[in-house]
């Protein structure tokens, strides 16, 4: 069966940090790509960065470029988010999802949703001011 589990939401102020984390099981890390989304109060979907299974490469949304790092652990399937200098524009709820390569780049690259095979149920990220 196929899993993802996020964890690592919480309650922060401005300017603070949090460190989501997504364990994977089920299927092989190397043939997806691991995005993570984010899902404000009264907005759509978007795309925020994902890695590349296979290789590590990364990608970011502008929105995140400088502030948000993504990053791997093979040996223990979970992939994880380092947020910094986080802003309220930031809130929502974080999802894990993996899917095909080029689609998830593409649509973290635009910010955009996009239909992923797996999703996980998400964690909560509130940032206050």
């Known amino acids: 069966e196929v899993q993802l589990v996020e964890s690592g939401g919480g309650l922060v102020q401005v300017g603070g940090s949090l460190r989501l984390s997504c364990a994977a099981s089920g299927f092989s890390f190397d043939d997806y790509v691991i995005g993570w989304f984010r899902q404000a109060p009264g907005k759509e979907r978007e795309g925020v960065s994902c890695?590349?299974?296979?290789?590590?490469?990364?990608y970011y949304a502008n929105s995140v470029k400088g502030r948000f790092t993504i990053s791997r652990d093979s040996a223990r399937n979970t992939v994880y988010l380092q947020m910094v200098n986080l802003k309220p524009e930031d809130t929502g709820v974080y999802y894990c999802?993996?899917?095909?390569?080029?689609?998830?780049?593409?649509?973290?690259?635009?910010?955009?949703?996009?239909?992923?095979?797996?999703w996980g149920e998400g964690t909560l990220v509130t940032v206050s001011s």
């Open positions: 999802a993996a899917g095909d390569p080029l689609q998830t780049i593409v649509a973290i690259a635009s910010g955009t949703d996009s239909d992923m095979d797996y």
């Open positions: 890695i590349n299974g296979r290789d590590g490469r990364t």
